[in-house]
């Protein structure tokens, strides 16, 4: 399956059997593991299994959770990396990719931030002096999950932006509602300097219209979709919004998520590049509470 269908399909699970991983599964995603891209080694990013998720899941509430709250599965990776800015957001990449690809053999996902490092490094029996950067719940939904429909009839005067994929009838604008909310790709790219919209159809001639519709699937903590994308010869600036209520590894974590999913899209349409995500100076004025988090060179 074709990893931007993937996408659609993507959903957090926060309700497991109490099943355990097929050993067919647990093979899997060990062939998967000793795949994980390049970049993973720019962080030293390590992934521990957690074998009785149920076991600890009561040992780690309070200290690790999804808004407060600790989410029971069977299984648990711990994301382990260096306490640094770039490491972070590379785990959140790496992470996203390994979830995607769980995804392909219907199993279930969910990220879980990981409040106090030292407290669960204890609680998991792991001596290493690397930060356990985020928890990754793993196991076979409790539930199906209907997809929602996210293709409806556009709205009078907007836009169809990717009548060229076969979707005539995308709706470019999103609906308030919380659970289903997603942001149109004018709302998140600009051309040259911030706030500076382009045309879809500029969008379209750089092969750049692709990767920006899928980037509406990508999960962010919170579904506060933070990302913003600042388009000039030759590069994209990564930019995202600050939030006070969400801690700063969440923030990091979805900055490397947005980028993992920005950049399989730019790949599935012919584009080539890299990330650079140190020595960030912004090309163009960015206003306060927004932060460059990476820098895409095509």
């Known amino acids: 399956m074709k990893d931007l269908t993937l996408k659609e399909k993507r959903k957090s699970v926060r309700e497991y059997k109490k099943k355990k991983l097929s050993e067919e599964d647990r093979n899997f995603i060990n062939e998967l593991i000793q795949e994980k891209p390049l970049i993973a080694y720019d962080a030293s990013l390590e992934f521990v299994f957690v074998e009785e998720g149920i076991e600890a899941s009561e040992k780690l509430s309070g200290y690790a959770g999804y808004f407060g709250k600790m989410i029971e599965a069977p299984h648990y990776f711990a994301m382990l ?21 769980a995804l392909k053999n219907g199993i279930g996902t969910c990220w879980i931030e990981v409040k106090d490092s ?32 996210i293709y409806g009839r556009t709205k009078k005067g907007s836009l169809s932006t990717l009548t060229d994929l076969g979707y005539p009838n995308i709706n470019n604008s999103f609906s308030k509602d919380v659970e289903g909310a997603r942001k149109a790709i004018n709302e998140i790219v600009f051309l040259n300097e911030w706030g500076n919209v382009p045309d879809i159809k500029e ?58 999913y920005f950049e399989e899209g730019l790949h599935n349409s012919g584009i080539k590049g890299k990330w650079d ?9 960015i206003p306060e509470g927004y932060t460059l988090a990476g820098r895409y060179y095509l």
Not at 82 to 96: F, L
Not at 277 to 285: C, F, I, P, Q, Y
Request: charged letters at 25%; glycine letters at 8%; hydrophobic letters at 40%.
């Open 118 to 149: 030292e407290q669960v490094k204890e609680i998991l029996d792991l001596d290493t002096a690397k930060e356990i950067v985020a928890l990754i719940a793993i196991g076979y939904p409790k539930k199906e999950y209907n997809l929602k429909n």
């Open 81 to 101: 990396s260096k306490e640094e800015e770039k490491c972070v957001k590379i785990t959140g990449y790496v992470g996203e990719w390994l979830i995607l690809n």
């Open 203 to 260: 969008l379209e001639e750089r092969g750049l219209h692709e990767a920006l519709f899928y980037m509406r699937f990508a999960p962010s903590y919170g579904n506060l979709q933070p990302w913003y994308f600042i388009v000039r010869s030759g590069e994209i600036d990564l930019v995202i919004e600050e939030n006070k209520e969400i801690s700063n590894d969440m923030q990091l974590l979805n900055a490397g998520i947005a980028m993992f």
């Open 277 to 285: 995500l140190t020595g960030l100076e912004s090309g163009s004025a």
